[in-house]
């Protein structure tokens, strides 16, 4: 059951990013041709060659690896402290945590820009990073927790007992063990990052300028094959993170 | 010289609850092997957790080898803790497991590998250095645990119940093992047990706990004959308990009258004639003498009741008045249920307890 389901979202996943690929490098396709009449590469080339496009790529990935490293480092503590908490009280705090991803983006993003603009860094990276974290740790805090429940303590007790420090006991027990939990956490956070078009906007003021700014752009100018390009380069990174993340193995199960 | 010594230690799980550890005060002799022997739930691992430094103490004093743990880390403590479940960190192989304090110590890595070598044969396990510790059974992950708690030369091996989970054959191949390699190396070794044949088979010293305070606290042998208190006598198996008056130097029962040696008596109790004492004796301290034998001082008449099979003896319980007196026999001299027998209760090993 669970191939079959895994199968069939491969598929549809395939099928839509051979779409886009091909829509990349069509010259006419209108409807209702089922495929492209010419094909050219010179529009996909350009984009992709665009310095537009590089520097777009370039400050997604510093906001986006930036968020994900701090939303890692928030959600740590917090995951742990989740995951020794009773079953009801964990629920609560997930409810409060994920407050701001129920409410309309639109007043999140205009809320969240207010409240930029009143500390004075609106309009910069940092603001955009500030902004992505809302979104990003809740996901973190729930990946990470629904790892550490099944981690077991004593391993790292035992550690200490053995005279590794704090620090040591999570470098070389605490990680080790839970390094899948700890990939997935990091990819669905980078994902959420990567992908926030609106917060993007607002927090940066038009001036921080991600791939996913620059796919809207395109696609609210009427552009099919540039869309179908930029479309590409925001999905690309996002199919790595998740294979990456789908094949990391724990490190073996606590005997 | 007490390399442990354990003064006032109190213990609370939450600040308004009851105390895990009540006033808990023992020492142990550098060197030896000392049980703390309990029912589960009586504070014995409490005690090696204080020590080990995963629970704060709310009040009491720690010392090992001299130096007050009050201001020492968990991770900066001479003491290493061995669990019940071997713990075994399952991303590292079987040598780095044993090498891991060495490893966060920066001790070089040639320098770890023939530490891991060495302890690795100590344990018998030559040859295992580079297997996945999920592939062994539990046993040898036990040992593997135990050269990884030998690896930094502790001063005090806490052992919480290490072998509770293992099969009896690999039990006692353990406990054998583990009393050798406190002979060889001198590693003073303070291990909690439930089990009393455990803590009768390896230790020098036991500590019974139960309550969250110690009950008594002296050699096995010792302990076996004069439990002091009735808790102590339950938990160690001695079943023989008797009460009554003491008058001079007999003790007046429903069983009968016996003589009493005075010096077994606990001594702040003044109005003898009048209070009901407790007296235990062991049942292998009670004889079965042969039919015929013209009854005297210190023995009684009885009927056989029941008997049990324990390994190649057999415990006879004989009724006498309205009392059960259990005796310890060689299986060719149990006597036939419901048959009159004869029991010789010596003097020297009546002992009072405190109720």
Same mark, same amino acid.
């Given at each position: ?255 | ?154 001063? +005090?091996?806490? &052992? =919480?119940? *290490? ?5 009896? /054959?690999?039990? @006692?191949?353990?406990?054998?093992? %583990? ?34 305070? +110690?009950?008594? &606290? =002296?050699? *096995? ?5 004069? /439990?002091?208190? @009735?808790?102590?006598?339950?938990? %160690? ?119």
């Amino acid at each position: 059951m669970r191939v079959a389901v895994r199968s069939t979202l491969s598929m549809m996943l395939g099928l839509a990013v051979g779409v886009l690929a091909v829509a990349a490098v069509s010259f006419r396709w209108v409807f209702p041709q089922v495929v492209p009449d010419e094909f050219s590469v010179a529009i996909a080339a350009r984009t992709l060659r665009s310095p537009a496009t590089g520097a777009a790529l370039g400050t997604g990935i510093i906001v986006s690896v930036s968020v994900t490293l701090i939303a890692l480092a928030l959600a740590w503590p917090a995951a742990r402290a989740m995951a020794r908490t009773s079953g009801r009280w964990r629920g609560i705090v997930f409810a409060v945590l994920f407050l701001p991803s129920i409410l309309p983006p639109v007043g999140l993003a205009m809320g969240l820009d207010v409240a930029l603009l009143n500390l004075g860094v609106d309009g910069s990276r940092f603001a955009v990073i500030l902004a992505h974290l809302v979104p990003a740790v809740p996901y973190a805090v729930a990946v990470l927790t629904a790892t550490l429940v099944r981690y077991d303590d004593r391993l790292d007790l035992q550690a200490a007992t053995l005279g590794a420090s704090p620090l040591q006991v999570l470098r070389h027990v605490t990680l080790p063990q839970v390094r899948s939990g700890v990939v997935a956490a990091a990819a669905l956070t980078f994902v959420v990052s990567w992908s926030q078009y609106l917060l993007t906007l607002l927090a940066g003021s038009g001036r921080v300028i991600t791939p996913t700014v620059l796919l809207f752009n395109a696609a609210s100018g009427g552009n099919p094959v540039t869309t179908a390009t930029l479309a590409l380069v925001v999905i690309v990174p996002v199919l790595v993170l998740v294979s990456v993340a789908a094949g990391a193995p724990d490190q073996g199960v606590p005997v | 010289m007490s390399a442990v010594l354990v003064s006032g230690l109190s213990y609370r799980y939450h600040p308004r609850g009851q105390a895990a550890l009540d006033d808990v005060s023992f020492d142990v002799d550098g060197g030896s092997i000392t049980c703390l022997l309990g029912p589960s739930g009586s504070g014995k691992s409490t005690i090696l957790g204080c020590i080990a430094g995963i629970l704060e103490p709310s009040a009491g004093q720690l010392l090992v080898d001299d130096v007050d743990l009050a201001a020492v880390p968990t991770h900066r403590r001479p003491v290493t803790l061995l669990m019940q479940n071997a713990q075994l960190f399952a991303h590292m192989t079987v040598a780095e497991n044993v090498e891991f304090g060495l490893r966060v110590r920066r001790v070089s890595a040639a320098q770890r590998r023939q530490r891991s070598a060495e302890l690795l044969d100590l344990v018998g396990l030559n040859g295992f250095a580079g297997r996945d510790p999920g592939r062994l059974s539990g046993g040898e992950q036990q040992r593997v645990a135990l050269a990884r708690a030998l690896a930094t030369d502790p001063a +005090v091996l806490l &052992a =919480d119940e *290490p072998l509770t989970n293992l099969d009896p /054959p690999v039990r @006692r191949e353990l406990q054998q093992q %583990l009393v050798e390699i406190n002979r060889s190396t001198g590693t003073t070794i303070l291990f909690v047990t439930h089990d009393v044949e455990e803590a009768f088979a390896i230790s020098d010293q036991l500590v019974v706990i139960a309550g969250g305070r +110690v009950q008594s &606290a =002296d050699a *096995p042998s010792e302990l076996i004959r004069r /439990p002091g208190t @009735r808790i102590v006598a339950n938990m %160690l198996g001695v079943g023989n308990l008797l009460v009554g008056r003491i008058d001079g130097d007999c003790l007046e029962t429903s069983t009968g009258r016996f003589r009493i040696d005075p010096a077994h008596a606990l001594l702040e109790v003044a109005s003898q004639l009048v209070d009901q004492r407790h007296w235990v004796i062991h049942q292998d301290h009670v004889q079965l003498l042969d039919e015929g034998t013209t009854p005297t001082s210190n023995t009684v008449v009885g009927t056989a009741v029941n008997c049990r099979l324990v390994g190649t003896r057999v415990e006879v319980a004989v009724a006498v008045g309205s009392d059960t007196i259990t005796v310890v026999v060689p299986s060719e001299r149990c006597p036939a249920l419901g048959s009159n027998v004869i029991l010789h209760l010596p003097a020297t090993h009546l002992f009072e307890v405190r109720p």
